[in-house]
């Protein structure tokens, strides 16, 4: 059978294809931080206390000016990672020391694959992360202008589907902002979690020599390295598991809403009216108009939860110290997050420019749905809410349509249809902005000093 001379031995051809697996497509989302983590790493080793110097400081300049060619390289998509590379660490590997020679095979030096594509993939997460919120609050801000917009619209409110109480779009639309802005929460949450530095832990024991991972941490700009070195590998699946966790809960948000909208915009209801150019047709039947995007992000949002559950099962089992089983976590992770990602990207715009049709949902009040606001009415005549409650059960006959715009503006307490703080929305969603304006410019500053040129590098 054919084998093939790599970087680390000869190797049977399909054992290679079987082992390197997706690696060598997905791995190209890892190019940038992969140079990241190695222009730290060596930058670090540069300074270590031991003599002979493992790495001068001119040869940590041409290892980083190497790494900067890479750099722009993968920005054009013109970096490659062959099958006999087997992933992006090895690729960038074989480009340095066919760039430097020697030099490129000192770059390995105290570190190993499993400490690499660990934070490789913290410093993807990272990025992701950071962009997950900052399309999060842009949704959370469209829903919060959508609900102010329409704030004295009344609407049936429901429970068990069935009519309730006076209700408004306000209050729906900002129920569905607000939880978005838990979901931020958790995607924070998750954020502090991976912001810590696993390099150095090499293969999962450390290394006889004196490294200092406290300087390559802060180097890469985490906010601490991780302790245990074997934990650092351990640790690997167990946050991409967390940060799917977050994203589940933002599709969650997402399904729900899109369910809603569906039920919402079906003629009988005719609430609302999606945009059209958000609308897919029938091939057979030329009046349709249907909500595939909502249909779609109902189905991804289980889809996202199969990869976070794909990611659980794959590690639960796991004994300790790096396992190759953790690679085939890299694509559910990715694929995870871009598909809560462009959920989210997708429904901000729709949400904007979903219309309102007013007089359908005023014609959605019956007599029924002020029974509850009838009955408190009795209440401050001076009835015990009980018997108030059983006298209009037995004369619901007697409830008059009173105006639905009328019976909201009576609902003035915190968080009520007419009570909705518009200071509070705004106030978290720049809360979020913020977070994600702070630690992207303190990252990109790190990343900037450490490579000596300005990053995110012009391509
Ligand atoms: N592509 C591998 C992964 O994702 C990199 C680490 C390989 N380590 C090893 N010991 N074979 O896990």
Redesign the pocket.
Known sequence: MAKQKTTVGTINNETLAYTAGR?VELDHALITVDCIGTAAHVTMLSKMPVEPKLITDEERGQVIAGLVEIIGLAQQDQFKIELAD??V?LAVERTLTKKLGDLGKKIHTCR???DQ?AVDLRLYAKEQLLQTLEEAAELAAALTDFGKKHEKVPMVGRTHMQPGMPSSVGLWATAHAESLLDDCVALVNAYEMNDQCPLGSAASYGVPLPIDRQLTSDLLGFSRPTHNVLYANNGRGKMENVVLTAMCQVMLTLSRLAQDLMIFTMPEFDYFQLPAEFCTGSSIMPQKQNPDVCELMRAKASRVKAAELGIYDLIKGSPTG?N?D??EA?ELFMEGIATTRSSLRIMAPMIQDTKVNEQKLIDGFTPDVFATDRALELVGEGMPFRDAYHYIKENLHELENIDPTEAILLKTHMGAPLGLDWDYFGDRIDAVRDTVGEERRAFNEAVSELLGVTYPVES
């Open positions: 690696d087997q992933d660490h190993s694959r499993n594509v790096y190759r953790l690679q890299k």
